[in-house]
């Protein structure tokens, strides 16, 4: 098929070619440009992967009622549907830590932070895969 020398040794170059390309293409793909799993997530997908707790009214050790709602981000979609399936324990764990602070726990920026990871730690406890990224307080209405 290649009689002629000058045809095998420019088959053999654009072969070479080829596969330099192929091998620079892969080496960019893979290991320059960070994937998605390694940067932080976009808004878009902190949206998506968010639950907001319907409003829960409970009283407070002070005889107080506290009216809220929560927003907890979390990890991936798996997890938003295991935790959507663990909504009747979500509002009880809420409940509970609420019912244990009395209405001037609720002053200040330092005890809503103190509120907001403390149910973060005890969502994680409850979570069988994947993990709570942050809660955060939506609504506080304290009669």
């Avoid at 009214?57 to 981000?73: E, P």
């Avoid at 509120?115 to 955060?136: H, I, K, P, Q, T």
Wanted: net charge negative; charged share 25%.
């Amino acid at each position: 098929m290649f009689k002629n020398r000058l045809v095998r040794i420019m088959v053999i170059i654009l072969t070479t070619l080829t596969l330099i390309g192929a091998i620079t293409l892969v080496i960019v793909t893979q290991f320059v440009n960070p994937t998605s799993a390694d940067s932080e997530p976009t808004i878009d997908e902190m949206i998506q992967w968010s639950v907001e707790t319907d409003e829960i009214t409970t009283n407070l050790l002070s005889n107080n009622v506290i009216r809220t709602k929560f927003v907890i981000q979390l990890d991936s979609k798996k997890t938003k549907e295991e935790f959507e399936k663990r909504d009747f324990q979500v509002e009880n764990i809420i409940i509970r830590v609420l019912s244990d602070r009395s209405a001037s726990d609720f002053k200040g920026s330092e005890s809503i932070v103190e509120l907001e990871e403390e149910l973060a730690g005890l969502f994680n406890d409850l979570l069988v895969s994947g993990s709570v990224e942050s809660v955060y307080l939506r609504e506080r209405i304290i009669q």
